[in-house]
């Protein structure tokens, strides 16, 4: 090491940047849909037409997201997804209340989201973190806690006192600031600096303990499955938070003050999250987190019966617990069943299955809302959904092989 803090928190801090602004292209543009919604007189399918062509384009980048990234290395693909990322918010600025401008912004938007999001930072903390790597990969992600605290209050504030298109340009602004630090400060791998990873290079012999179950077939296929739905019960669902609270009669700031609350607590959450994956297991961490996203996905769905702000508030709370397992259940279930030599391949995989979900069900609130009136049965859809992930990682790990065992 050759300072007294290691490089690789910088890298933490940058690719805390980069989450941050992938989820303005996701969450964030929660508030830009209610907006269009409100003001423009959208339907709830044209909105969600929005995020499907996001998450579309999402799910085709990462497909090829391993090929990606070995042609231009992390450092220049990171820039490149977050620079599209800028595109899409400069092309909403543009947009004003012209729908197909909105799904040409969000293909550039799909590229961040798929290339830009936990893919590379899980690759880069695997490459220079042996000890602390849970924690750090959380705090990489955390960066989505804090675009939800910080950005979803200030660009309700921006819409309500200068108007949308000024919401975007300051996320636009925002995603160019991060690409340039992205040039200025990622490192493809420790060695590029003469250092070695946080904890030191992992022995072979540590990389067999790591490895501690056996990726069958079967167990592939299971937990692509689990990330399919936890992708249909992430993006779609926090997305159309702000739709389906305000129309169950609640006010528009107090929802924006409620989804900053959300993001509060999922930043606490996602350091909780790590921690608990490094001293208590990913199994333990997903099954103890994920009861508290159940439960607040069901809160979300009875609000249109309770039209009241505690329960909005306690949905939210409840969602902010357990939603670490969305984004880093994944890499976690990747980590616990796949060599270092392999992880790259087996997460994009695992991360398809999670863009897939993302895909499939950001279409349907918006359908279930023109059909019935209201957001808050796509909610219940989303909790049954949830459970259904958490016990097919569970039957995964229970039927788990030793690592010593053939395929």
Not at 69 to 82: E, P
Not at 153 to 161: A, F, Q, S, V, Y
């Amino acid at each position: 090491m050759r300072d007294r803090v290691h490089y690789g928190w910088l890298i933490v801090a940058v690719c805390m940047m980069m989450i941050f602004g992938a989820s303005l292209v996701s969450t964030g543009m929660s508030i830009g849909i209610n907006a269009l919604h409100r003001d423009y007189g959208m339907t709830g399918a044209e909105t969600s037409a929005i995020i499907t062509v996001c998450s579309a384009v999402a799910f085709i980048s990462t497909c090829f997201a391993d090929r990606f990234y070995k042609r231009l290395g992390l450092r220049n693909g990171m820039f490149v997804a977050v620079t599209s990322g800028c595109v899409a918010f400069l092309i909403y600025t543009m947009a004003g209340g012209v729908e197909y401008v909105y799904y040409i912004g969000s293909v550039f938007g799909g590229v961040t989201y798929g290339l830009g999001f936990m893919l590379p930072a899980s690759i880069l903390m695997r490459r220079w973190f042996t000890k602390n790597r849970a924690l750090a990969l959380s705090l990489c992600s955390s960066g989505s806690g804090l675009s939800i605290a910080i950005g979803s209050p200030l660009l309700e504030m921006i819409i309500d006192n200068i108007d949308l298109s000024t919401s975007f340009l300051v996320e636009a602004v925002f995603m160019a600031v991060t690409a340039i630090l992205i040039l200025l400060f990622i490192k493809n791998d420790p060695s590029e600096m003469g250092m070695e990873p946080l904890g030191g290079k992992a022995m072979a012999s540590d990389t067999k303990k790591e490895k501690r179950f056996h990726l069958t077939h079967r167990a592939l296929i299971m937990l692509m499955v689990a990330a399919t739905f936890a992708g249909i019960c992430g993006f779609p669902a926090t997305s159309h938070f702000a739709l389906n609270f305000t129309t169950s009669g609640l006010d528009d700031m107090t929802v924006a003050l409620g989804i900053s609350f959300f993001g509060f607590v999922l930043l606490v959450s996602k350091l909780m999250f790590g921690e608990s994956v490094d001293r208590k297991g990913t199994l333990f961490s997903t099954t103890f987190f994920g009861l508290f996203i159940v439960a607040g996905l069901f809160g979300s769905f009875m609000v249109s019966n309770i039209s009241e702000n505690w329960l909005m508030f306690t949905s939210l709370a409840l969602m902010g617990i357990g939603y670490p397992i969305i984004s880093l259940g994944y890499p976690n279930w990747t980590a616990d069943f796949t060599s270092v030599d392999d992880y790259t391949v087996n997460l994009k995989r695992l991360q398809v299955g999670y863009q897939f979900g993302i895909m499939a069900g950001s279409f349907f609130p918006g359908l279930i809302f023109d059909a019935s009136g209201s957001y808050s049965w796509a909610y219940l859809m989303f909790s049954l959904l949830m459970v259904t992930s958490l016990i097919l990682v569970w039957m995964t790990y229970a039927s788990a092989k030793d690592a010593g065992c053939p395929n």
